[in-house]
């Protein structure tokens, strides 16, 4: 039981550092992690009662 709390352990810290070092060098690779943006118009009616 051991070993694979061990094994499971190592591959949640290197998953993480692997998604730490995509974010930082994605962009490089030409990635965008920006949100898409775009205006919105809405109506809104205050007190409709």
């Given at each position: 039981m051991g070993r694979i709390l061990k094994w499971l352990f190592t591959l949640t810290v290197l998953g993480f550092i692997a998604?730490?070092?995509?974010?930082?060098i994605g962009p490089w690779l030409g990635v965008d992690f920006s949100?898409?943006?775009q205006e919105i118009h809405l109506k809104v009616v205050l007190d409709a009662g």
């Open positions: 998604l730490v070092a995509y974010a930082y949100a898409p943006q």
